[in-house]
Nanobody
Framework: QVQLVESGGGLVQAGGSLRLSCLASEGTFSRYIMGWFRQAPGKEREFVAAISWSGSNTYYRDSMKGRVTISRDNAKNTVYLQMNSLKPEDTAVYYC?????????????????WGQGTQVTVSS
């Protein structure tokens, strides 16, 4: 069972940037599709980005395209989410998730393993 630990969240002003990291404990990290999701208070968890095993395929939430980049370093068992031009509406807890299937999903129910989340707060 893989364990995921996110880091890199914090308080940032609108227009600023943050880079989130997610470290996986599992040595077979490269076999997992990795995703980032977020959840704001009172709202459902929503898809942000996902990346294939090799990193060659990436998918993004439409409203965040051009502002976020997902990447992974399989040698370091780590997936990253670079977020730029942050807006107050990006404020949420951000979670990374792992999926052992061979299809990239945008729905959170498809992912088997989750981190504890990291808070991102964007002030106006």
């Amino acid at each position: 069972q893989v364990q995921l630990v996110e880091s890199g969240g914090g308080l940032v002003q609108a227009g600023g940037s943050l880079r989130l990291s997610c470290l996986a404990s599992e040595g077979t990290f490269s076999r997992y599709i990795m995703g980032w999701f977020r959840q704001a208070p009172g709202k459902e968890r929503e898809f942000v980005a996902a990346i294939s095993w090799s990193g060659s395929n990436t998918y993004y939430r439409d409203s965040m395209k051009g502002r976020v980049t997902i990447s992974r370093d399989n040698a370091k068992n780590t997936v990253y989410l670079q977020m730029n031009s942050l807006k107050p509406e990006d404020t949420a807890v951000y979670y990374c998730a792992a999926d052992m299937s061979n299809v990239i999903h945008r729905t959170f129910t498809a992912y088997e393993y989750w981190g504890q989340g990291t808070q991102v707060t964007v002030s106006s």
